[in-house]
């Protein structure tokens, strides 16, 4: 019983703690930026009406039924074309001109996947931790990604996240996804 106290007020007192390190209106008004950006971003995307990105259905149809590739642009490839480095990859001028070349330019037999919900709010049911992340991930990068949709010649994108639905969606037709990624595997 005193064991169970005892981690209550330690609970009580680090909230305390963190109550006073941060300042929670001003985390309020970062939020409500960060949702400003989001419509200005799928704005833009509208305006330019220069590319589409298909749903995660789409995708895996697209992808059984076409004979191409699929280059993956995630957060980390789009760092490393930014000039930054990650744990794993140092930054190198010529990987990044060719993922930008990858990503902006219409290559035959090349699809180009990238992250769908940063670009469509009507994507429901993300977990907690996906819809922070992406909340934080849009308010920081949202200039460059406004450059890249500007600057694209390449119409039709893929969403990368499909590759793990499982990751980020609280509920989907898992198994339905699961048999349709698995021809994709026996086809290639």
């Known amino acids: ?29 970062t939020i ?29 149809d697209y992808l059984i ?4 590739s699929l280059a993956r642009i995630g957060d980390g490839e789009f760092k490393l074309m930014q000039g930054g480095s990650l744990k794993f990859q140092k930054y190198d001028k010529l990987l990044a001109e060719r993922l930008n070349n990858i990503m902006t330019s219409e290559i035959s037999g090349l699809a180009v996947g990238i992250n769908r919900i940063y670009f469509d709010f009507t994507v429901e049911n993300l977990t907690n931790y996906m819809q922070s992340f992406v909340q934080s991930y849009v308010n920081r990068h949202y200039e460059n990604w406004v450059k890249f949709l500007t600057e694209s010649d ?5 969403p990368s996240e499909f590759t793990f639905l499982y990751q980020i969606l609280e509920h989907y037709k898992f198994e339905n996804y699961f048999k349709k990624n698995s021809k994709v595997m026996e086809k290639s």
């Not at 007192?13 to 001003?26: T, V």
């Not at 400003?36 to 995708?59: F, G, P, W």
Request: glycine residues 0%.
């Open 1 to 29: 019983m005193k064991k169970r106290r005892k981690a209550r007020l330690l609970l009580f007192f680090k909230n305390l703690r963190y109550l006073f390190k941060y300042n929670l209106k001003s985390m309020n008004k």
């Open 32 to 60: 409500d930026t960060t949702f400003d950006k989001y419509s200005c971003l799928r704005n833009v995307q509208k305006m330019h009406n220069k590319i589409t990105i298909l749903d995660y259905d789409e995708a895996i």
């Open 65 to 68: 039924k076409e004979k191409i």
């Open 154 to 158: 390449r119409k039709l994108f893929l």
